[in-house]
């Protein structure tokens, strides 16, 4: 069975630049997140979808950062525009469905680093 | 609002020896409990976890977890490690109900030979 896909795997952008990654989880995965993981810290939470709908966004920085899952599958995850704090791990992870006895699949990541 | 504490941003250990990795917890209900392993530029790999039942959990790799309510605790043990357990180890904790997952801010295993 296929992991969790993610690309790119390294970005390097400028301040003020946008960015966007992709995650393709896997397959029959209803629930998909985005977290982020600062050096040094345990990755947060940005955002859950529950198929094409978003079940969590509470901690996602909405005047910079969107994501979107269309037709339940893949995922994006965008900023505009970045900022030096936002260098880290985009950690997605995707799982059968949204309850706490569900496994939560984790794909390798992308490293972005803001200059 | 919950959070997750590991004791020893490092812990090293000689080959062989014994690995015990803290972690403590405050939740106001009855959690579940995991621990997660990253090795370097890979995704979190679940170990274990303590959902209900019986409170000494095993993992895979020789790991295991005793969750100690009274203690707020869920430490992660492996009798004798191993080179290839050198990585970087997540606990994690969901409230019953929900699905979002706390983690700690990790703790890296080096083991020496």
């Known amino acids: 069975e296929a992991g969790v896909a993610q690309s790119p795997r390294y970005k390097i952008i400028e301040k003020r630049q946008s960015v966007a990654f992709w995650c393709n989880p896997i397959?029959?995965?209803?629930?998909l997140y985005w977290y982020q993981q600062i050096l040094g810290q345990g990755p947060k939470l940005l955002i859950q979808f529950q198929n094409n709908g978003v079940v969590d966004d509470s901690q996602l920085p909405k005047d910079r950062f969107s994501a979107e899952r269309l037709k339940g599958v893949d995922s994006t995850l965008k900023i505009q525009p970045a900022k030096l704090e936002d260098s880290a791990v985009y950690l997605c992870?995707?799982?059968?469905?949204?309850?706490?006895?569900?496994?939560?699949?984790f794909g390798p990541g992308t490293r972005l680093t803001v200059t | 609002a919950q959070s997750v504490t590991q004791l020893g941003s490092h812990v090293s250990v000689s080959e062989g020896a014994l690995v015990l990795l803290r972690c403590n917890y405050s939740s106001s209900v009855p959690p579940y409990l995991f621990w997660y392993v990253q090795y370097p530029n890979q995704g979190l790999q679940l170990l274990l976890k303590y959902t209900t039942g019986a409170t000494l959990v095993k993992g895979i790799n020789g790991f295991e977890a005793e969750f100690k309510k009274s203690e707020t605790s869920f430490h992660l043990t492996k009798p004798s490690a191993h080179m290839s357990d050198a990585a970087e180890y997540f606990c994690a904790v969901i409230d019953s109900g929900y699905s979002t997952l706390t983690f700690g801010k990790g703790t890296m295993l080096l083991v020496s030979p």
């Open positions: 992870a995707s799982s059968p469905g949204g309850g706490p006895s569900y496994e939560q699949y």
């Open positions: 397959s029959g995965h209803a629930t």
